[in-house]
């Protein structure tokens, strides 16, 4: 199984799925052990597969995020910088998507996060889908891109309630593991 989510993962970046920020130096970090995880994972308790059989696919296939639509207690909505500076001002923990609309990395990942927002019960945490360098993407979201040093694109990056980077990853989370990310933040 390794191997062909290897051949996959592969394929997908030599296809140009990953691009990369010319000043970038290091390829992005794929934990297929954690992949295989969910996949056996889902095979125990009888969760449907995506359509590549690799990652457990969500029961809400929807892509788009709701914009600022409570899923649960938690938020997950469009990066604007004035809902992300609130949310800072206010000490919540915050997790960062950086998507691209161009991904399907990015599109098979969406429906397991909104999942994880459904469950999230604790109001002060907020998530924002974050455009990265697609044609969606604004100079606000360049600038925050920039900040936390993102260079690829389905990049996940949470802050505590005092704004200090608790978890940034490249790796594919399925819903059990953003919502143990973000408790891991708050």
């Not at 990395?105 to 604790?122: G, L, R």
């Not at 889908?129 to 996940?156: C, I, K, M, P, W």
């Amino acid at each position: 199984m390794k191997t062909v989510l290897f051949a996959l993962l592969t394929s997908l970046l030599l296809l140009g799925c990953v691009q990369q920020n010319p000043t970038a130096t290091s390829a992005p970090v794929i934990d297929t052990q954690d992949s295989d995880a969910a996949i056996n994972d889902a095979r125990e308790t009888g969760e449907e597969l995506d359509q590549t059989g690799d990652i457990p696919a969500a029961e809400n296939a929807d892509p788009t995020p709701k914009a600022t639509t409570s899923l649960g207690g938690g938020f997950y909505e469009p990066f604007t910088k004035i809902r992300y500076e609130q949310a800072r001002t206010e000490g919540k923990t915050v997790f960062l998507e950086f998507y691209a609309n161009w991904c399907p990395i990015c599109k098979q990942q969406e429906p397991h996060i909104e999942a994880a927002f459904q469950e999230i019960t604790d109001e002060s945490v907020i998530g924002f889908r974050v455009n990265y360098n697609d044609d969606d993407t604004d100079d606000d979201e360049r600038q925050l891109a920039r900040q936390f040093g993102v260079s690829y694109q389905h990049t996940h990056v949470i802050l505590d309630s005092q704004g200090n980077v608790k978890t940034k990853s490249l790796e594919l989370w399925d819903k059990n593991r953003v919502l143990e990310e973000i408790r891991k933040a708050a």
